[in-house]
């Protein structure tokens, strides 16, 4: 007869190699038939199908009359190894009996705050199953059942140790081997076995989800929302103030959806798998409240200390469920922690990983990225922090591509991009809360100033600019029935709408008004880094169909580069590395700068600006497929300029104090796009720094200018503006010129006429599974910002870990 601890030889002997099978072996097997028949009447086996306990033994033994491991009319299935007698389930159910109104307390509570059924199985779950807990000793490991008197907190769980005193009962030594009722938990079938799912008491998820039914989302409803502890009420009172204060919440951390609550960007439900969660661990498709538990719970402890990698060892304590099946969710919160990491989920932004955040399995691959900017050093940060070998090949000699912040003028001046549009779950915003970077929100004041010096009613501004939006909402009816091929330029199409709308309407505008909508105008080629008459009708917004960031637009007032330099701590950088040409027609990827120099890698990833890709510099063997250079060419490489004047003192204050920027009131549709718009680069400070953009025809107009034509030129724009007052020469400044930018020869991208938003899918598509490609030129969602440019490098760091 097999010892009630011998290891089970094989899975398919499961009816003698389960723990409980194994119980049933201490009994005496009978010897006649006469002494089988008492058997029977004496003990009575698990009636659940496919339960393999012949010998039940009751955890509850809450009734005097308790069958312990004896006979019962009926037993009782929670797990494989978890059943509780009739006459303990009498003990609670039955009125006259002295549990009941312990039931019915909690019956009451759980009815007020939860939606699933209340049962008498539900309440020996949630109240009555002893507690396991695992040793935390590197060399032991072993999980230990815990007396019904002692309640689990994290503080315990995060400290015990086998052999510990709790309430002067000395609990087993590291030496004694786990409980036999351990040993089956690990089995794919004992989850399917369980009767009820897991619902965690005192979730780090709490604070975040008072909104949700608690079982809907993982958590217990007698301890979840009514009874939050102290700490989790003061930290969701910041959250929804969105104070700042030693230990709270940071207030753009928003990682679940609220209910009926859309259109929020990387949010999610927290009652609901997403489908990358859905292919990733399918065996929670029928039931995912285990797997919603265990995600709801990182996602929160995360977002409440994102300066630290989070790890098993730091989240596991913060499961706190009633019985074995506590072992199984430490179990699978692995693989959900691990999973979530290689998403960029959590483990993300400037963190740098001490020890590799992904299992061996991850850590034998060899990546070369090419480019330095945003996108190529978030793929090899996330990439080294996995465990991997990255080298990054950057052509420039600094860092950054087209984030170059210049302190030149005694304050930091963004070259390229200085703003966060939309801080709520911006992984920008994330970056910044590691570090402690400052951002300063910019307010929603923009003076109008026309030249001549008058500032511009505001409801003239009000009126022309709802009359704008009507002009693209008329555009927006145009084009859902138009396939690319009816596509049309959007500038000819505004003017056609604008035009049969006054036609129309017999509305005549002033010639202010009609200044103020060619302003408006200027903003709309400045988002898009073109001439209209370049930018297609049909798809000019198509990121707008997508989730986007909310809340606060930033100005990073100490610059991007801060941020990416963490970013770049301790990768392997090669500056003036320019690449001529990769070759992926072997098992290896061979890579060649233009010196010559070779470098061998299983995985490539290129985040090059659009504009080279568009001029083949880089050459591919074999040629890129002909679905990606179609794709490549239907996007605009976009170009706007920038220029920033240090001054003597703030001359603009007089007018405009306080305010973030300005405004300047086009005198004509051609000179919309000459510094339509003056940022103040230090608005409550002491700085005398003004920056303004170049766009749409101001880019062409300025192109082959000298540099102190161009600055006379904005000076010109500046003494119009501010005319009643003298306005000083600059003291220093500088000019952009990305156009003529070796490296960039661009700002950012949009959609040509005839083009789609579908093109930056299939421009980040891999080939054959070795040449990758990010950037934000490859970012559907969210093209044209740094942030957009970060997640492509995420989102490909995640799709070479995964192959």
Not at 370 to 392: D, E, T
Not at 415 to 441: D, S, T, Y
Not at 754 to 779: H, L, M, P, R, W
Request: with cysteine.
């Amino acid at each position: 007869m097999r010892s009630a601890r011998q290891a089970p030889s094989a899975r398919s002997k499961r009816s003698t190699s389960t723990p409980a099978a194994q119980a049933s072996t201490k009994r005496k097997a009978p010897e006649t038939e006469e002494e089988e028949e008492q058997v029977e009447k004496k003990f009575r086996k698990c009636e659940k199908a496919g339960c393999p306990a012949t010998y039940p033994v009751c955890f509850a033994s809450a009734s005097e009359r308790c069958a312990k491991n004896g006979y019962t009319s009926r037993w009782y299935h929670l797990s494989c190894g978890e059943h509780f007698c009739n006459e303990c389930f009498d003990h609670y159910y039955r009125s006259h009996k002295e549990g009941y109104e312990k039931y019915t307390s909690w019956k009451r509570l759980w009815t007020e705050n939860g939606k699933s059924e209340p049962s008498l199985k539900a309440f020996m779950a949630d109240q009555q199953l002893p507690y396991w807990v695992q040793c935390t000793r590197p060399d032991c490991g072993k999980w230990r059942q815990l007396t019904k008197e002692i309640q689990l907190t994290a503080s315990l769980a995060a400290t015990y140790r086998c052999g510990m005193k709790l309430n002067n009962i000395k609990v087993r030594n590291c030496v004694n081997p786990h409980s036999f009722q351990v040993a089956g938990v690990a089995d794919s079938w004992w989850h399917s076995m369980l009767i009820l799912p897991p619902l965690f008491k005192e979730s780090p998820a709490n604070p975040f989800l008072t909104a949700y039914y608690p079982d809907c989302v993982g958590m217990s409803p007698s301890s979840s929302h009514g009874d939050l502890r102290p700490e989790h009420l003061f930290l969701w009172s910041h959250c929804l103030s969105g104070r700042a204060a030693t230990n709270s919440l940071c207030p753009y951390f928003q990682p679940f959806y609220q209910p009926n609550e859309c259109g929020k960007a990387l949010c999610v439900r927290p009652d609901m798998m997403e489908l990358d969660e859905l292919y990733e661990f399918p065996e929670f498709s029928r039931d995912p409240t285990m797997y919603l538990a265990l995600r709801n719970l990182i996602l929160a402890v995360w977002h409440r200390d994102c300066k630290e990698a989070l790890t098993p060892q730091k989240c596991a304590p913060h499961v706190i469920v009633r019985g074995l099946v506590r072992i199984r969710c430490v179990q699978e919160l692995n693989r959900v922690l691990h999973f979530m990491t290689r998403k960029g989920l959590i483990n993300t932004g400037t963190l740098l990983a001490k020890r590799p955040l992904l299992p061996e399995p991850y850590h034998n691959k060899k990546v070369l990225v090419i480019g330095a900017g945003p996108s190529g050093l978030a793929a090899a940060r996330q990439l080294q922090n996995f465990g991997m070998q990255v080298v990054v090949l950057e052509a420039r000699e600094r860092i950054g591509g087209r984030v170059w912040d210049d302190s030149s003028l005694g304050v930091t001046v963004g070259r390229g991009a200085q703003i966060v549009n939309g801080c709520v779950n911006n992984p920008i915003a994330l970056m910044c809360e590691q570090l402690g970077v400052r951002m300063h929100k910019l307010r929603e004041r923009c003076d109008l100033i026309q030249e001549g010096g008058q500032i511009t009613d505001p409801a003239i501004d009000k009126r022309m600019d709802f009359h704008f939006n009507a002009i693209l909402d008329v555009v927006s009816e145009w084009r859902k029935d138009k396939t690319q091929h009816h596509d049309a330029p959007l500038g000819e199409k505004i003017q056609e709408v604008y035009k049969t709308f006054l036609q129309e309407s017999g509305i005549q505008f002033s010639e202010l008004e009609e200044k103020v909508l060619q302003f408006h105008l200027s903003n709309l080629e400045y988002a898009c880094a073109s001439t209209l008459d370049q930018v297609s009708a049909r798809s000019w917004d198509h990121n707008e169909f997508f989730a986007q960031f909310s809340g606060d637009h930033t100005l990073l007032t100490e610059g991007y580069s801060t941020l990416l330099h963490k970013l770049a701590q301790d990768l392997n950088i090669h500056l003036k590395r320019p690449v001529k040409s990769i070759n992926y027609s072997g098992d290896v990827v061979k890579v060649t700068t233009s010196s010559g120099t070779q470098y061998t890698a299983q995985k490539v990833l290129v985040t090059v600006p659009l504009a080279l890709l568009q001029k083949n510099v880089i050459q591919f063997n074999p040629p890129l497929p002909d679905r990606k250079l179609k794709a490549i060419h239907s996007l605009g490489a976009g170009i706007i300029e920038k220029i920033a004047l240090q001054f003597p003192y703030r001359f603009w204050d007089s007018k405009v104090r306080g305010a973030d920027y300005f405004g300047h009131v086009p005198p004509s549709p051609e000179k919309r796009g000459l510094f339509s718009v003056f940022y103040d680069m230090t608005p409550k400070g002491d700085q005398c720094v003004l920056m303004s953009v170049i766009t749409g025809e101001g880019v062409a107009m300025v192109r082959d200018l000298e540099e102190r034509e161009v600055v006379e030129l904005c000076m010109n724009v500046l003494r119009e503006v501010f005319k009643e007052q003298e306005v000083p020469d600059p003291l220093k400044y500088f000019i952009t010129h990305w156009s003529k930018d070796m490296w960039s020869q661009m700002s950012y991208s949009f959609v040509k006429t005839g083009g789609s938003g579908e093109a930056y899918d299939i421009i980040a598509e891999d080939i054959q599974g070795k040449v990758f490609f990010a950037g934000e030129a490859t970012n559907r969602h969210f093209p044209q910002t740094v942030t957009g440019a970060y997640l492509s490098g995420v989102r490909e760091a995640s799709k070479i870990a995964a192959l």
